[in-house]
């Protein structure tokens, strides 16, 4: 490490698919690796997941979907979000499932085919209110779908929705949902469909409503070892293990009299003569700025903290009366298991969730992986 880096343990993300896997009784796994593999890396995590046993790989958003298939990922890819006018047939010649929540999204199936089949999951709106068919417009999608597998130009290979409230297990929502889930299969059903996979669990899902495992579970966060449902239920109660560890070298470390203020707007003034060090990471990194005068971090083994606003490159971290030198190590995060703060802790010190903390890391931030298994 010369500034920075954030190690990714690929040993930890096949311990958590394969203990994700073990959660199942008959129903398939997909790991999803949206958003570069929530800020892990996409290709390698969906390598690592494959090895592991994950039977589907899933993702947002078509380049992603080309992306892995240009990696050499050849096995299932499921991609749910597409706009009109997106390369369609380039998806359909590249065997990725695409979803359809409306019959302009068959229409642009249909128009996209040409030496095979579209495979197409058929979106219902179960009550999270983003994608899919309301239950009202779900007869008229069902119907679109049906016409066109009549031609020959799409092939109906999944009914599938996502859950508003997995993170709250007990919460009435998820059995709601359920509930429409099944309605929305039984009229495909009764319309002439063979539904395929029916697929309807995240990581919440996944870990604590079997309920919602049907055919297909579709856990992210989980996979990279931290848990939907925050210091609620921490990951190492769940068998997860966290995957990334952030850290990076003091650019600085210099003794302040007492009053020396600290970064934009001099949020912080130290009360005392104090050892400032100085990390060369910020938001531009993906560091929240909402954790200024707050953020924890490790340094020889003791907890400090951020003090001051984080600004762009770089932010101050407050060693009090230890001994350090520019060089030495600082880490913003890891697995926790040496004292270290978590991607939870900065969660909340930014008022967020660990989702965030560790999509948001960008790429001015080296990820080195270690304990990959190659061939
Ligand atoms: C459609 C869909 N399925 C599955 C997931 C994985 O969710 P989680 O990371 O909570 O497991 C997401 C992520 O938000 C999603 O949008």
Excluded at 21 to 48: C, Q
Excluded at 278 to 285: A, E, K, Q
Excluded at 346 to 364: F, H, K, M, Q, S
């Amino acid at each position: 490490m010369v500034r920075a880096e954030a190690v990714v343990d690929l040993a930890a993300i096949r311990h958590n698919v394969a203990a994700l896997r073990a959660r199942l009784s008959s129903a398939e796994l997909m790991t999803v690796v949206k958003a570069d593999g929530y800020g892990h890396g996409m290709a390698p995590v969906a390598r690592a997941a494959r090895q592991a046993g994950a039977d589907w790989i899933g993702v947002a958003v078509l380049e992603e979907a080309l992306e892995l298939r240009a990696a050499g990922d050849n096995g299932p890819i499921f991609c749910w979000l597409t706009t009109p006018g997106e390369p369609l047939a380039r998806a359909i010649a590249n065997d990725i499932d695409l979803s359809a929540g409306a019959p302009w999204e068959i229409d642009e199936l249909a128009a996209g085919v040409t030496d095979r089949p579209a495979r197409v999951h058929l979106k219902i709106d179960t009550g999270l209110g983003r994608g899919g068919a309301v239950p009202e417009e779900w007869p008229t999608l069902i119907r679109a779908a049906l016409k066109e597998q009549k031609t020959g130009r799409i092939v109906i290979t999944g009914i599938w929705s996502h859950l508003a409230s997995s993170d709250e297990p007990k919460s009435p929502v998820n059995e709601a949902q359920v509930a429409t889930f099944e309605s929305a299969v039984a009229v495909a059903e009764s319309l002439g469909v063979d539904p395929g996979f029916k697929h309807l669990a995240n990581s919440g899902g996944t870990l604590a409503l079997p309920e919602t495992h049907f055919d297909l579970v579709r856990p992210g966060i989980a996979t990279y070892g931290l848990s939907p449902f925050g210091h609620a239920l921490p990951s190492a109660e769940l068998g997860l293990r966290p995957a990334m560890t952030l850290r990076a070298r003091l650019a600085m470390a210099k003794r302040v009299p007492a009053g020396a203020g600290v970064s934009y707007g001099l949020t912080w003034t130290a009360p005392k003569p104090s050892t400032l060090g100085l990390v060369p990471l910020g938001y531009g990194d993906g560091l929240p700025r909402h954790a200024s005068n707050g953020a924890p971090v490790q340094v020889h083994g003791i907890r400090r903290s951020v003090v001051g606003r984080i600004c762009m490159d770089q932010c101050v971290v407050n060693l009090d009366d230890g001994d350090a030198a520019a060089g030495d190590e600082v880490v913003l995060f890891g697995p926790g298991d040496h004292g270290e703060p978590t991607a939870d802790d900065w969660a909340d010190a930014a008022g967020t969730i660990n989702y965030e903390i560790v999509t948001r890391l960008g790429p001015r931030i080296p990820r080195r992986y270690v304990n990959e298994v190659t061939g």
